[in-house]
């Protein structure tokens, strides 16, 4: 449950209530999609969140596709995502938005500029190059007209590092260790690291990103940390999404 409790404790301070609801790995999907079910149709709830992963009993898309569409604060529902390839998002993921708004914050020009996307992830890896590729993908909020590269973990080492060289940005998020390497960037390349893995190192447990940051940031002009870097964005575009969400199902109720 740790990864949701610190999204609990921004709410918190944020002034906006909220419940975690704890259940048993061994809960069945038919109950976990009722107990979705009363929130959905519960006028005081603005915001539903299922913490991934789920026990490989549960079918993921499922679940997430019964969470209404305005209260799905992840944005991982089919409509919303497909509103996403429509360039008429609701609710964008959470840290695809993260990872636009810190090349946003850089103030590097994107046009044109390559981008390589490493993941396959339909919740992180696809929304991310949708965003980046896109001119617009909400109203009101533009996207970074880059040219952008598709990989995953199983894209041929060799092969990978050859698009990754030419890439001027890298977006990681495989959840394999160090998997990126000085020699596997370009100079200046700006390198957003999202994976993140748990390690036990010395008798300590530590969490690495995909990248080998001490050896990579000699070589990037700007590269995140891992941990400390996309995650805090990541969980302050949820408390985004969640005002968001209070205010359209304020206005369904009026």
Not at 153 to 179: C, N
């Amino acid at each position: 449950m740790k990864g949701v409790e610190k999204p609990n404790l921004r709410l918190a301070e944020k002034c906006i209530g909220s419940n975690i609801i704890k259940l048993s790995t061994e809960t069945n999907q038919n109950d976990l999609i009722n107990i979705i079910e009363v929130l959905n149709k519960d006028r005081n709830v603005d915001g539903i969140l299922v913490q991934l992963p789920l026990p490989s009993h549960l079918n993921q898309h499922i679940i997430n596709n019964s969470i209404n569409p305005t209260k799905d604060v992840d944005g991982f529902t089919q409509v919303n995502m497909g509103r996403l390839c429509m360039n008429s998002a609701l609710f964008v993921p959470c840290t695809a938005m993260a990872v636009v708004k810190i090349i946003e914050q850089i103030g590097i020009e994107t046009k044109g500029k390559h981008a390589l996307v490493c993941s396959r992830s339909k919740h992180v890896g696809l929304p991310i190059v949708l965003m980046l590729h896109s001119s617009r993908f909400a109203e009101g909020m533009e996207g970074l007209n880059m040219t952008t590269t598709l990989c995953h973990r199983h894209t041929p080492k060799e092969q990978l590092k050859s698009i990754a060289q030419k890439a001027d940005f890298i977006i990681s998020a495989t959840g394999l260790p160090r998997m990126f390497t000085s020699d596997m960037i370009k100079e200046e390349a700006v390198v957003i690291d999202v994976g993140m893995t748990r390690k036990c190192e010395d008798s300590k447990v530590t969490f690495v990103g995909d990248v080998d940051f001490d050896d990579v940031k000699q070589k990037a002009s700007f590269i995140t940390p891992v941990p400390g870097g996309v995650g805090p964005m990541t969980v302050s575009f949820l408390m985004e999404n969640t005002l968001k969400a209070a205010k359209v199902n304020s206005d369904c109720k009026n």
